[in-house]
């Protein structure tokens, strides 16, 4: 009774779940961890592999460039992006940020990024998870009180079918 008076809680009212992955793809609408489309387009725009212009001895990697279309630029999502082969084997994954490209004249915003992959020739295209990655989780191990929910899938890595 003391317990309920002074609005403690139990350790059994904090539960943590993951979201589904969603179906990657070259333009995806991006959906937050309950699978609800949160209104914003992002695209990988072209893709090609050359060396980064300040490691060029190191060979080929994936650059590409991506757009969101309709994130807000303060507090915009992020989304996984991955080179992966012809049957969709991820060979490598980052994570791009709609907060960190550059804002377009019409609203977009664009940007653009590496990927070092281990055979780079094995690369087909380069796909977009649309979970939103911005989520800031607090999981029941951190916050009994505040934390448990849905969270973002863990990061898209090599090897992950997409």
Known sequence: MLC???GCSFPLGCTDTTAERGEAG?????????GQRLGVTAEVVD?????HPQVPAEGDRIHFH?????ADEMNGP???????????VALGCLTVYSDMAWPE????????EWLSVERPERVARVLLIPNDQSYD???????????????????AEAGDQL
Do not use: I, N
């Not at 893709?47 to 060396?51: H, Q, T």
């Not at 991506?66 to 309709?70: A, N």
């Open 26 to 34: 070259v333009s995806v609408q991006v959906e937050d961890t309950y």
């Open 105 to 112: 004249p019409d609203g977009t915003r664009t940007g653009d």
């Open 47 to 51: 893709w090609r592999l050359e060396p």
């Open 137 to 155: 989780p607090r999981y029941c191990e951190q916050d009994l009180k505040d934390g448990g929910g849905t969270h973002p899938p863990e990061p």
């Open 78 to 88: 992020a989304v996984d992006a991955c080179a992966v082969d012809e049957q969709r």
């Open 4 to 6: 309920a008076l002074s």
């Open 66 to 70: 991506y757009r969101f279309d309709g």
